[in-house]
Antibody, heavy 122, light 107 residues
């Protein structure tokens, strides 16, 4: 059974870079059937899509966050990565690793990690 | 951005009753690229419906989705105790955006 597991520091200082890793187990990240991505959830902003990446490295981002976000993939380790720079307190949220289908109709998020809480504070 | 507005904010119902949740989009959602999710406390959201009306794998048939254009509905035909949760709609027609959620609580 395929599972997603987020990892990374739970506390990041303002103006620094938030870096998270998602490890995919029980299946290959190189499946042509799926995109992988990140979503965050905060009390103030609710659920917010951050971006997606295909195993080939093709990316798409939320336009409102695009200037601060980079996603990447390491197929040898079955991992995807999120880098979010110049963070502020507004970036405090639970960050989820997610999967979505590659076929357009199925591009809903059908698998979620358990989420990791990130607090931005000095 | 397509803004999704869910109503009502809270729905108070008893087990066995029918729940009808609404999601209205600020502009047309092409091809019904709309999904519904269920979230329970301290859990990640779970996909219920994709493509406006297609149940995801393992989702009971008491959950159904309908709608097109700018108006979409999630219906739970008979509420089970485990269905009391927060429900979100999400569109994937233009970028990806979520509604603010509807809480279904026990009356």
């Amino acid at each position: 059974q395929l599972q997603l597991q987020e990892s990374g520091p739970g506390l990041v200082k303002p103006s620094e870079t938030l870096s998270l890793t998602c490890t995919v187990s029980g299946g290959s990240i190189t499946s042509s059937s799926y995109y992988w991505g990140w979503i965050r959830q905060s009390p103030g902003k609710g659920l917010e899509w951050i971006g997606n990446i295909y195993y080939s490295g093709t990316t798409s981002y939320n336009p409102s966050l695009k200037s601060r976000v980079t996603t990447s993939v390491d197929t040898s380790k079955n991992q995807i990565f999120l880098k979010f720079n110049t963070v502020t307190a507004a970036d405090t949220a639970v960050y989820y690793c997610v999967r979505s289908g590659a076929v357009t109709l199925r591009r809903a998020f059908d698998l979620w990690g358990q989420g990791t809480m990130v607090i931005v504070s000095s | 951005d397509i803004v999704l507005t869910q109503s009502p904010g809270t729905l108070s119902l008893s087990p066995g009753e029918r729940a009808t949740l609404s999601c209205r989009a600020s502009q047309s959602v092409s091809f019904g690229y709309l999904a519904w999710y269920q979230q329970k406390p301290d859990q990640a959201p779970r996909l219920l419906i994709y493509g406006a009306s297609n149940r995801a794998t393992g989702i009971p048939d008491r959950f159904s989705g309908s709608g097109s254009g700018t108006d979409f509905t999630l219906t739970i035909s008979r509420l089970e105790p485990e269905d009391f949760a927060v429900y979100y709609c999400q569109q994937y027609s233009v970028s990806r955006t979520f509604g603010q959620g509807t809480k279904v609580e026990i009356k």
